[in-house]
């Protein structure tokens, strides 16, 4: 294992006003999100609306990295230029979604576990070689009026997470580790602190014991936030205060970055949210953002699926990539919503 190589890409990704944009959803995601916009999913498609994101002008400053799809990181540009190359030309990081989805739990209903360690090593390799020089898996876990999620399953996830990350060291790529806690439910804020909390002290016992290099690494963690059906939402200074709580119990100094997931709430939320944590002061690591729906989501609604919309589009992601920056420094404030 290199560790200073995993080290220097795991610093690269978060280094100062940088994060990650999660650009690897899967064909039935990316599906979804076209259907909202009445854009057919062909594979054409796909490719053109990657090359959108990859190509606007300007998201340099503040993207580390880029997570890619299996489909699109063995595509290229309209001028042939594969993208895992382009974005590695222009100083953003590529890397790879290699979990294979979060499936029903045997024995454990209403609780999912994350596939995809059969033949992990082999996959991990080709997409080395195909210029990937990270790597993300996702656990998926719920939150429900009892007893869900339960300790096994926690750490049933935890150990395929630390089973993951400990092959794409070996492999030389710098694992994300993603445990996400839904928002989906009617669970308050302090539920989510504690199943959390819970998930984090699983997941870092897992690592450990697996042997996994803390400062090659990267968390992906959910903030610690009210259920979206809950009547009572904590306000952006409770949110950040109840993040940075959790994250300072349970990660350790060693990991460079967190870099958080939006996980459904709005682009303005996660930025505005993310912007609180910085604002309280420096922490044992980069506070960062690696979002999928809260970058994204407003590119969409300019494009369209039309090439006379492209420019407002890229422009669209860019906007959101300099507020995120800017929330990376404390220094974001949501009236530059309508200014920027
Ligand atoms: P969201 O920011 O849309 O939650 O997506 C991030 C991601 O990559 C989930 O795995």
Not at 162 to 167: K, M, Q, V
Not at 231 to 240: I, K, L, N, R
Not at 258 to 270: R, Y
Request: proline fraction near 4%.
């Amino acid at each position: 294992m290199n560790t200073d190589e995993l080290r220097s890409v795991a610093n690269a990704i978060v280094a100062r006003q940088k994060g990650v944009l999660a650009a690897d959803e899967s064909n039935p995601t990316i599906k979804k999100r076209f259907d909202s916009i009445q854009v057919e999913s062909t594979e054409e498609n796909r490719r053109r609306y990657r090359e959108i994101l990859f190509t606007a002008e300007g998201i340099e400053r503040t993207l580390g990295g880029v997570i890619l799809f299996d489909e699109t990181l063995r595509q290229r540009t309209r001028d042939g230029i594969p993208f895992p190359r382009l974005l590695a030309d222009r100083g953003i990081v590529p890397g790879i979604k290699v979990d294979q989805g979060a499936k029903a739990l045997a024995g454990h209903s209403g609780e999912k576990v994350t596939e995809g360690l059969d033949g992990l090593r082999d996959r991990l390799a080709e997409y080395r070689q195909l210029g990937a020089q990270f790597a993300k898996w996702r656990a998926v876990i719920e939150i429900d009026e009892r007893d869900i999620p339960s300790a096994f399953g926690l750490r049933a996830n935890a150990h395929a997470l630390a089973r993951y990350a400990a092959l794409c060291q070996e492999a030389g790529l710098v694992p994300i580790v993603e445990p996400e806690v839904l928002m989906d439910g009617a669970h308050g804020i302090e539920r989510c602190e504690a199943v959390t909390a819970q998930a984090l002290q699983a997941v870092f016992a897992e690592l450990d014991a697996h042997g996994v290099l803390f400062e090659g690494m990267l968390l992906k963690p959910n903030m610690v936030i009210a259920g979206k059906k809950c009547a009572h939402q904590a306000g952006v200074e409770a949110v950040a205060e109840a993040t940075l709580r959790c994250l300072r119990r349970y990660v350790p100094a060693a990991v460079p970055g967190i870099v958080f997931l939006s996980g459904g709430q709005s682009a303005e939320d996660a930025t505005e949210h993310l912007n609180a944590m910085n604002a309280l002061g420096p922490q044992p690591w980069q506070v960062s953002f690696s979002y999928g729906r809260a970058l994204q989501a407003p590119v969409l609604a300019a494009w369209q699926g039309r090439e006379d919309r492209v420019a407002a589009a890229q422009q669209a992601l860019l906007k959101r990539c300099n507020l995120n920056g800017l929330a990376r420094d404390g220094q974001y404030a949501r009236a530059m919503e309508s200014t920027a």
